[in-house]
């Protein structure tokens, strides 16, 4: 299971960090992301990092948020930065294991609200 938290409301601009506790699988063997999903609006993914530590992000948040790996505390985070309205959303935490169709996991969804 993954276990999202760090939520909350903030100014246009601010700063949050997401984490997201995994449990029950082999945490080092899953690539992780992080999607979100704005009101009205389809679910997108915004950045992931792989087993190694490689790292991508859209261009909408590329240089402000930082996705991060902690393999020994099986916790992954988001560190926004320079939080906009727009990044207002529902934010979900993902473990895939590549190439297995079946082990893939979601956080139940933290949200983040960025007031103007």
């Known amino acids: 299971q993954l276990q999202a938290c760090g939520g909350g409301l903030v100014q246009a601009g601010g700063s949050l960090r997401l984490s997201c506790a995994a449990s029950?699988?082999?945490?080092?063997?899953?690539?992780l992301a992080w999607f979100r999903q704005a009101p009205g609006k389809g679910r997108e993914g915004i950045s992931c990092?792989?087993?190694?530590?490689?790292?991508d992000y859209i261009d909408s948040v590329n240089g402000r948020f930082t996705i991060a790996r902690d393999n020994a505390k099986n916790t992954m985070y988001l560190q926004m930065n320079s939080l906009k309205p727009e990044d207002t959303a529902v934010y979900y935490c993902?473990?895939?294991?590549?190439?297995?169709?079946?082990?893939?996991?979601w956080g139940q969804g933290t949200l983040v609200t960025v007031s103007s």
């Open positions: 993902n473990a895939k294991l590549p190439g297995s169709t079946t082990s893939n996991y």
């Open positions: 029950g699988f082999t945490f080092e063997d899953y690539a």
């Open positions: 990092i792989s087993r190694s530590g490689g790292t």
